[in-house]
């Protein structure tokens, strides 16, 4: 039972342009929700997250946003760029209660020049 | 970067051998963690550690132990390798489990690559 799901295995955007990575949640107890970037052969790294008491978070280039009704979150990259080709995993956990990340399967970005 | 160092990065080993991997960290971090990553399946979670001694499984346990015997140190044993269990694995440490993970999340090493022939 996949609890936190990326449905687009990839996406491909043209270098300038927005890129919107989607992510879907099942567990309503996730109250936490995390992006990792992943480049080849190295491990994934922390790029931002966002609590269920928020709507928004924004860092420079990359937004996420949340729709807890929804139970989606998606992540903008604005405006995307060559060295933005990576993977992107979602993860999502519940504060205070089981100390793991639950993570999706990723979705592998490339930028375009 | 955060002291997180995965031994060796890449192995070819037999099946049916035993294989031990190793995760060494300097940020005396409580919570270690173990995933492999396949295709189409993402970061699946092997075992993790909140404490020296006191381990638990995750989500694809099977054919997998843990230990760990000092704070720095995680170890992942492949108890007698498969073909199945060729993947990448990567370890990870959080200060305070959740709590870690919502300042800046699982710092994770770069990985080590087994091959089962």
């Known amino acids: 039972d996949q609890q936190v799901k990326q449905n687009s295995p990839s996406l491909s955007v043209q270098e300038g342009r927005i890129s919107i990575l989607n992510c879907d949640y099942t567990?309503?107890?996730?109250?936490?929700f995390l992006w990792y970037k992943k480049y080849p052969a190295e491990g994934p790294t922390f790029l931002i997250s966002?609590?269920?008491?928020?709507d928004k978070n924004e860092d420079g280039r990359f937004t996420v946003f949340l729709n807890k009704s929804a139970k989606h979150l998606s992540l903008h990259i604005v405006p995307s760029q060559p060295g933005d080709s990576a993977v992107y995993f979602c993860?999502?956990?519940?504060?205070?209660?089981?100390?793991?990340?639950?993570f999706g399967k990723g979705t592998k970005l490339t930028v375009n020049p | 970067d955060a002291g997180i160092t995965q031994s060796p990065r890449h192995k070819v080993t037999e099946t049916g051998t035993p294989v031990t991997l190793r995760c060494h960290q300097t940020?005396?971090?409580?919570?270690m963690y173990w995933y492999r990553q396949d295709p189409g399946h993402g970061l699946r979670l092997i075992h993790y550690?909140?404490?020296?001694?006191?381990?638990d499984k995750g989500e694809v346990s099977d054919g997998y132990s843990v230990s760990r015997s000092k704070t720095e140190d995680f170890l992942l044993t492949l108890e007698s390798a498969t073909s199945s269990q060729t993947s990448v694995y990567f370890c990870?440490?959080?200060?305070?489990?959740?709590?870690?993970?919502?300042?800046?999340?699982?710092?994770f090493g770069s990985g080590t690559r087994l091959t089962v022939v």
């Open positions: 990870a440490i959080s200060e305070s489990g959740s709590g870690g993970a919502r300042s800046y999340g699982y710092t």
């Open positions: 940020e005396n971090h409580r919570y």
């Open positions: 567990n309503s107890m996730f109250d936490y």
């Open positions: 993860a999502a956990f519940t504060q205070g209660g089981s100390e793991k990340l639950v």
């Open positions: 966002i609590s269920s008491i928020k």
């Open positions: 550690s909140y404490g020296v001694k006191d381990t």
